[in-house]
């Protein structure tokens, strides 16, 4: 798969730690910053990554910053992403099968970086079961249309 990847700077050494992982685990990934650890804002971030999957340039995404919530509600907000804040591979695991979650979220201050490993790991690995869950993603999509001029 072809994999933006993205986050502030307190969320660059996660990045910087998952991109070889990707690689290694025979993936594309591009990286939309930030490439320094000086202060930075996450939303430029979480945009870029949205974007890079919405306009179909990548498969999926991973946004990271210190806790996730910040970029998590930036790159929830382009049209067509559903990004899942996980903290554990059971969430990993239903941000996929239920919700077809296209961006993956981090929080590299809450998450060691073995477990944010296998969280990538999993929801990379997981297809979305459809039928039910479809109509829901449906109901999300229908929420997005009503408020988009
Ligand atoms: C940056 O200090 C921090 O606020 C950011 O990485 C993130 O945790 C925001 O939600």
Redesign the pocket.
Known sequence: MKIAIGS????LALKEAIKPFLIEQGHEVVDFGTATTD?CD?PIYGQRVGEAVSFGDCDRGIAI???????SMAVNKVPGIRGALCTNEFMAEMSREHNDANVLVL?A?VLGEGLAMRIVKIWLETEFGGDRHQRRIDGITAIEKKYSK
């Open positions: 502030d700077h307190g969320g202060s996450y910053c210190g806790t996730g919530l910040g970029i929080g201050r």
